[in-house]
């Protein structure tokens, strides 16, 4: 999986590859990986405007 560099204050880069979304976050430089992840939920994240907003209220919702 190639990350992608964003334009997020929270977020530096994210990635997808089967099925499995995977997030670089600015400061700490943590990589979470988000299993079994739809593809058409990342490109909509992906189409975000805002990716940090998205992945509070759309993808960590959905992990413990």
């Not at 964003?6 to 997030?23: A, F, H, P, Q």
Request: proline share 5%; hydrophobic share 25%; glycine share 8%.
């Amino acid at each position: 999986m190639k990350p992608k560099k964003v334009k997020s204050s929270n977020i530096k880069t994210i990635g997808y590859e089967d099925g499995v979304l995977s997030i670089e976050y600015r400061g700490t430089g943590e990589v979470w990986n988000y299993p079994d992840y739809a593809e058409t939920d990342y490109k909509k994240l992906m189409r975000a405007k805002s990716k940090g907003k998205f992945v509070e209220t759309e993808v960590k919702p959905l992990y413990d």
